[in-house]
C-alpha cells in the first residue's frame, strides 16, 4: 500500500482539514464594519490560514476542504498553489457557493466580523472526500473544532483520524472554536469567542482520546473539556488524553503541558509572549499554531516549538491580514536573531522587506522582455512619416502578438507597455501567458523626475492589476548636483514607499552615461546612494557596461544590500544587435543579470514601415517576432543555454 501512496501521492508533513474561506478585511482601521469603503481579500479560515502558514515556514502541506465552483474557489486554489499548498485534497463543490467573510479593525483586539456560511461549500465536507491514501501520505493531520458541527463534516474528520492513527501518524486538533458557526451567537456576533455549551463540548470531548496534540485558548480548553476554568478543563482534557496540550494566552504567550497536569497553571513548558503593539487579533491563532508545527513536526523541543508559535503570532498581531502576512522561515529567524525596535512590526522596513521578497507571487529566475512602452520616440516616428498618433495604439497591440508568437507560452518572457498607448496592448498581453508586465511611471525625458500623470503616484498604481511591476526610468549620475540628486531621490523613495504600500513590484532603471562619465565605478555608486535611502527595487534596469569589473562591482553592492533583489536587466539605448550580443557577453559572469529588457532594437523598423503604410499587420508581427527571437537565442547562447 505504501508504494501505492508514493505513486499517488507527494509525502506531506501535514494536511489541514476545514474551513477555507475569502476574507474580506476592511481598509479602513479605527473604524466600525457599517463605515467601511473597501475591502483587501485573502485566502482565510483556520485550516486554509494554517497551511498556508506552515508552508512558509518550509513544511509540505495540504488543505483538504471544498471550495466553490466560481471566482472565488479558484482564487483560493490558484494562491494555495503559489504558497507552495499542495491543492490535491481541495474538492470543487459545483452546487455551493465558496464561503466569505467580512472582517474590520473597529480598535484594539475588537474585530467585528461577519460570516457568510450559510451551506457553503467547505461545510459540505463528506466521508467520500476523505481519500484514504492522500490521508496516509502525511505524517499528520490537523482537525478543527468547526467541522465537527455538522454530522457530515464531522464524519468526515473522524475517518481522517482513523487513517492516520492506523497508519501511526500524529493527530492535531486545533479547537477553534465559533460560536456563531455552532448556531450559539447571532450572525452580528462572528467576534464573540466563548459561550458555554453541554452541547459543544459533548461533542468536541469524543475528540479528545485520539489526539497527539490539542491547541486552544482559554476559552477554547473550556468548550472543549466542558470545564467552567482553565486549571480544571486542562485536568479533564488530560483524564481524556494522552496528547501534548498547548494553551495559548494571547500576549503572555502560552503553557505547554506534556504530562500531568499539577495544581500550578503555570506547571508546564512557558513560552514567554513578544512584547508586541496588537493591532488585529484574527489569524493569531492559526500563525501560532503554523509555528508550533513547524518545531513540533520538525523535530525541535517544545520549548523551541512554543517560542516560534509566539513569534508567528506577534506577526500576526502586529498586522492586518491572516495568511498573506504570515512569516516566512527567512523572516522568523531574522526576527528571532535581530529582534526589532519597533512594536508594531508592520513598522519595520528590514522585517517587512524579508516578507515581501520571500512571499512574491511567482519566482522569475530570467526574463527577456520586448520594450514596447516607448510614447516620445513613437510620436516622432509618427510625425516623420505623417501618421495619426492615434495608430501607435493598434501598433503596440501588434508588438504583443510578436512577443507572444517568440514566447509561444514558455516561461520567462515579458514586456514593457505604457498607460499612454498601450492599453489595448495591455489586453492583448492578457490574452497570453507571459511571466511579466513592466508599466512605466515616469514622464518621458523628465530631469528631475517626475511621474507622467500626476505626481500622487500612490492613487494611480491603486488600480493596477497586482501582478503588474512599475517601472521608472531615472536620468540619474552620482556625480550630479547635489540639489538635483536630492530631489529625483526623493522622488525614488516616494516612488518605492507607494510600491509597498500597494503591493506592486518595482523595477527601477537608472541611466547615467547620457548624463555624465560612465566608467566602472558610476552605477555601483549609484545604486549604493539609493540603496542608503533605503529603497530596495525588486529588479534593476541598467544600461550595458565596459567591462566584467563593472558588472563585479554592481553585482557586490546589490548583493551586499539586498540579497532578495530580483536582479538586473538590461537595456537596449537603439543599439544595434551585435553590439547588443557583445553586451548580453560581457554579462556572462554576472548571474546578477538575468535577462533583457530591449524596444528599439526590435521594433522600430516595423513602427516606421507599418506607420507609413508600407507593412502590413502580419509582416510588423514577423519583422518583430524575427528580431526578438535573435535577441532572446543571443542571450540564452550568452548564457550557455538554448531555447526550450
Not at 485566502?43 to 497551511?51: D, E, L, Q
Not at 463534516?153 to 472554536?177: C, E, L, P, T, W
Not at 552620482?478 to 504600500?501: G, I, M, S, V, Y
Request: net charge negative.
Amino acid at each position: 500500500m505504501g508504494e501505492a501512496v508514493e505513486a499517488r501521492h507527494t509525502p506531506l508533513d501535514v494536511i489541514t482539514i476545514g474551513r477555507a474561506s475569502v476574507d474580506l478585511y476592511g481598509q479602513q482601521t479605527g473604524s466600525r464594519l457599517e463605515d467601511i469603503t473597501s475591502f483587501a481579500k485573502s485566502v482565510g479560515g483556520c485550516p486554509a490560514n494554517i497551511s498556508v502558514g506552515t508552508a512558509r515556514l518550509g513544511l509540505r502541506s495540504a488543505l483538504l476542504t471544498r471550495v466553490g465552483d466560481e471566482q472565488m474557489g479558484r482564487f483560493i486554489r490558484e494562491q494555495l498553489r503559489r504558497e507552495g499548498v499542495s491543492v490535491d485534497g481541495l474538492k470543487t463543490d459545483k452546487d455551493r457557493l465558496t464561503a466569505l467573510v467580512l472582517l474590520s479593525v473597529e480598535e484594539e483586539g475588537v474585530s467585528p466580523m461577519i460570516f457568510y456560511r450559510s451551506d457553503c461549500a467547505d461545510m459540505a465536507l463528506a466521508e467520500e472526500d476523505i481519500d484514504e491514501a492522500f490521508i496516509a501520505s502525511a505524517r499528520s493531520v490537523v482537525v478543527t473544532g468547526t467541522h465537527f458541527s455538522r454530522p457530515n463534516s464531522d464524519a468526515a474528520q473522524r475517518k481522517a483520524i482513523r487513517i492516520m492513527k492506523a497508519k501511526g501518524g500524529k493527530v492535531v486538533f486545533d479547537i477553534d472554536y465559533r460560536p456563531n458557526l455552532w448556531g450559539l451567537a447571532g450572525h452580528a456576533e462572528g467576534f464573540e469567542r466563548y459561550v458555554k455549551s453541554d452541547r459543544v463540548s459533548a461533542q468536541l470531548k469524543t475528540v479528545l482520546p485520539d489526539c497527539d496534540l490539542i491547541v486552544g485558548t482559554e476559552e477554547e480548553i473550556m468548550i472543549a473539556s466542558g470545564a467552567d476554568d482553565c486549571l480544571s478543563a486542562l485536568k479533564t482534557i488530560r483524564s481524556l488524553s494522552k496528547a501534548t496540550i498547548v494553551l495559548k494566552r494571547g500576549a503572555m504567550g502560552c503553557i505547554v503541558y506534556d504530562g500531568p497536569i499539577s495544581d500550578d497553571l503555570e506547571d508546564g513548558v512557558v513560552g514567554k509572549g513578544f512584547p508586541i503593539e496588537v493591532y488585529n487579533v484574527l489569524g493569531a491563532g492559526d500563525a501560532f499554531m503554523s509555528g508550533f508545527l513547524r518545531g513540533w513536526l520538525g523535530g525541535e523541543n517544545l520549548a523551541t516549538a512554543a517560542t516560534w508559535a509566539n513569534a508567528c503570532g506577534a506577526f500576526a498581531v502586529s498586522r492586518l491580514l491572516c495568511a498573506p502576512e504570515y512569516p516566512t522561515f527567512e523572516e522568523l529567524q531574522f526576527f528571532l536573531k535581530h529582534g526589532s525596535k519597533h512594536l508594531a512590526l508592520r513598522k519595520d522596513e528590514a522585517i517587512n522587506h524579508i516578507h515581501w521578497a520571500t512571499t512574491r507571487r511567482r519566482d522569475i529566475p530570467s526574463l527577456m522582455a520586448l520594450a514596447c512602452d516607448h510614447r516620445v520616440q513613437l510620436e516622432d516616428v509618427a510625425a516623420k512619416v505623417g501618421a495619426d498618433v492615434a495608430r501607435i495604439e493598434d501598433f503596440k497591440v501588434l508588438t504583443v502578438k510578436a512577443a507572444a508568437k517568440v514566447a509561444a507560452g514558455r516561461g520567462g518572457y515579458g514586456m514593457l507597455l505604457d498607460e499612454k498607448f498601450g492599453r489595448d496592448a495591455m489586453f492583448e498581453f492578457a490574452r497570453h501567458p507571459f511571466a511579466w508586465l513592466g508599466r512605466p511611471v515616469e514622464l518621458p525625458g523628465s530631469r528631475p523626475l517626475r511621474f507622467e500623470f500626476s505626481q500622487d503616484i500612490g492613487s494611480q498604481l491603486v488600480e493596477w492589476p497586482v501582478e503588474h511591476c512599475i517601472k521608472c526610468l531615472c536620468f540619474y549620475h552620482p556625480d550630479d548636483p547635489e540639489a538635483l540628486k536630492t530631489e529625483q531621490q526623493q522622488k525614488l523613495r516616494a516612488l518605492f514607499e507607494a510600491a509597498r504600500k500597494v503591493g506592486r513590484e518595482l523595477l527601477i532603471e537608472i541611466i547615467a552615461g547620457k548624463h555624465g562619465k560612465l566608467d566602472d565605478t558610476t552605477i555601483p555608486r549609484a545604486l549604493e546612494e539609493l540603496y542608503a535611502l533605503g529603497i530596495k527595487p525588486d529588479w534593476w534596469k541598467l544600461e550595458p557596461q565596459a567591462s566584467a569589473s563593472a558588472w563585479a562591482k554592481i553585482e557586490s553592492v546589490i548583493v551586499r544590500n539586498d540579497p532578495w533583489c530580483r536582479g538586473v536587466v538590461l537595456l537596449g539605448l537603439e543599439a544595434p544587435q551585435d553590439e547588443l550580443e557583445a553586451a548580453f557577453a560581457a554579462t556572462a559572469k554576472a548571474p546578477i543579470v538575468k535577462g533583457f529588457a530591449v524596444g528599439r532594437t526590435i521594433f522600430i523598423n516595423a513602427a516606421e514601415q507599418w506607420l507609413a503604410g508600407r507593412m502590413l499587420d502580419d509582416e510588423a508581427v514577423a519583422d518583430m517576432a524575427s528580431r526578438f527571437e535573435q535577441l532572446t537565442e543571443a542571450w540564452l547562447a550568452a548564457r550557455g543555454r538554448k531555447a526550450a
